[in-house]
């Protein structure tokens, strides 16, 4: 069976067969960074991580996009509010979005594009749809004029007549009167609540809208049509409608032929906010002394298209899971000597694993392989009765399982001193600035101290020897 996806723009669950055989371009709408991104965010973003993991492991060649928005109403009230410049409020919050997801293990896209850094070709894609007829301008700003694009809707199945600005998601904050309430801005002319946040350009001086941002951007890096577009349900209506209308106006060409959203996060079953105090970051998980492999665990394992729960006792859960997973390498890496070999179970394991990723990235069902086998292989140590190549079958199993699920090879980080870690931290830090001598005598002196390190697609491990 090929890899089902429920695209949401046929509302089925559709066999994937990307535009260029073997090779999957997709753009995911990444964080606005004027903050720390909040689990909800990062929920979004393993199952973006989850996809991507999977369609390599299928083969296909993934070019992978991820926007990070650093200019947008909130992010201008951030600065004006903090009294600090665009530039610097952003690169602090881009820092911290990586490094979140270095701690949660999700590879890194191929592009980051930043939304300022791609002014000059925002003007050209508006000036396109302003020659092609589809927008309007009203002392200064341009708008889209959603009547000459009639599908609009077509994603969220909306009825266009009931459709109202600010009827759902996130709308433009800006109090501009627009032809039609429906209408949305392209091109914001410059405001005195802007402070120094302008370009001066062909359009005049201002500063693009939200959604032109990501039309101009997945288009540069991918084309024209590319396969796989995603991102939380809550960029479904506006952002996505806008983004097609924008990029079809512009093109004539159907934009993406996937479409893929996440369902929301709560938390503790309510509604993250601010008034309720529930808005956690990664952070503030690490502070209380939660592995973040274990926050990855808990907010991966729930479908991505199913509303997701977090609770403190899910994540106790999924410590107590990892551990067992780590347990059972220990058991596994102790295994000498004749007996069985698991060549059955394994087969049996990587194919159910696989159907049902394939089946629109049903984890629960991945993960169910993957314990089955567990039991299978814990049946057989009892016994006595497992050989030591069928041990390492089993490890190098779960190494190919962890590559798409980032969960079945956990660093054993409990047990080693933190001298060590910062050691291993220094040699990753040396390898980073490219002085291989230095990494090369830390990596002596781990061997000297008793531990072996290896480098994994994970980062490095170290173990005793
Ligand atoms: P933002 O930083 O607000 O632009 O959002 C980044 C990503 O997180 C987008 O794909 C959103 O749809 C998604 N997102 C926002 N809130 C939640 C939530 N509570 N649960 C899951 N995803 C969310
Ligand atoms: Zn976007």
Redesign the pocket.
């Known amino acids: 069976m090929p890899i089902r996806f429920f695209n949401t723009l046929s509302r089925t669950k559709e066999p994937f067969e990307p535009m260029e055989p073997g090779k999957v371009r997709m753009y995911?709408?990444?964080?606005?960074?004027y903050?720390y991104?909040?689990?909800?965010?990062?929920?979004?973003?393993l199952f973006?991580d989850l996809l991507r993991r999977h369609l390599k492991y299928r083969g296909f060649d993934v070019y992978h996009v991820m926007n990070l928005?650093d200019v947008?109403d909130?992010i201008i009230r951030a600065c004006k509010e903090t009294g600090e410049p665009l530039k610097s409020l952003t690169a602090k919050y881009v820092d911290a979005f990586f490094e979140d997801l270095d701690a949660l293990g999700v590879e890194r896209a191929e592009e980051y594009p930043a939304a300022t850094d791609h002014i000059p070709e925002m003007v050209e894609l508006i000036k396109t749809l302003r020659d092609r007829g589809h927008t309007y301008e009203i002392d200064g700003s341009i708008y889209f004029k959603l009547s000459t694009f009639p599908q609009y809707g077509a994603l969220s199945h909306f009825d266009m007549d009931q459709l109202q600005s600010g009827a759902s998601g996130?709308v433009d904050s800006d109090e501009y009167a627009t032809e039609d309430a429906r209408d949305f801005a392209l091109w914001k002319a410059y405001d005195e609540d802007d402070g120094a946040v302008f370009w001066e350009t062909e359009l005049g001086k201002g500063r693009p809208g939200w959604h032109i941002e990501c039309s101009c951007m997945s288009m540069k890096y991918l084309g024209e049509s590319f396969d796989i577009h995603?991102?939380?349900?809550?960029?479904m209506f506006p952002?996505h409608e806008n983004e097609i209308a924008q990029s079809e106006a512009a093109t004539g060409k159907q934009f993406v032929r996937y479409w893929l959203?996440?369902?929301?996060?709560?938390v503790e079953n309510k509604?993250?906010s601010k008034s309720l105090g529930n808005i956690y970051t990664l952070r503030d998980l690490v502070a209380m002394g939660h592995d973040p492999l274990a926050v990855r665990w808990a907010l991966i394992s729930t479908h991505y298209k199913q509303p997701?729960n977090f609770t403190f006792e899910g994540l106790e859960a999924a410590k107590v899971t990892l551990n067992r997973i780590r347990d059972f390498r220990i058991r596994l890496e102790g295994i000498r000597g004749e007996g069985s070999d698991l060549a059955e179970a394994i087969e049996t394991c990587e194919r159910e694993f696989g159907d049902a990723l394939d089946d629109d990235l049903n984890i629960s069902g991945a993960i169910a392989a993957v314990f089955e086998f567990v039991r299978e292989a814990n049946r057989l140590m009892d016994k006595d009765d497992l050989s030591q190549e069928g041990a390492r079958q089993a490890l190098a199993l779960l190494d190919r399982l962890n590559a798409v699920t980032g969960l079945f090879s956990p660093p054993l980080v409990d047990e080693v001193p933190q001298s060590i870690l910062d050691l291993v931290q220094e040699r990753q830090d040396a390898r980073r600035a490219k002085d291989f001598a230095r990494a090369d005598a830390i990596r002596e002196q781990l061997t000297s101290e008793g531990w072996v390190l290896e480098d994994t697609a994970d980062g490095p491990r170290v173990k005793r020897t």
């Open positions: 995911t709408c990444g964080p606005t960074v903050n991104a909040h689990i909800g965010n990062l929920r979004t973003f973006e928005t947008e909130k996130r995603c991102g939380g349900i809550d960029n952002h959203h996440s369902a929301h996060l709560s509604k993250m997701s």
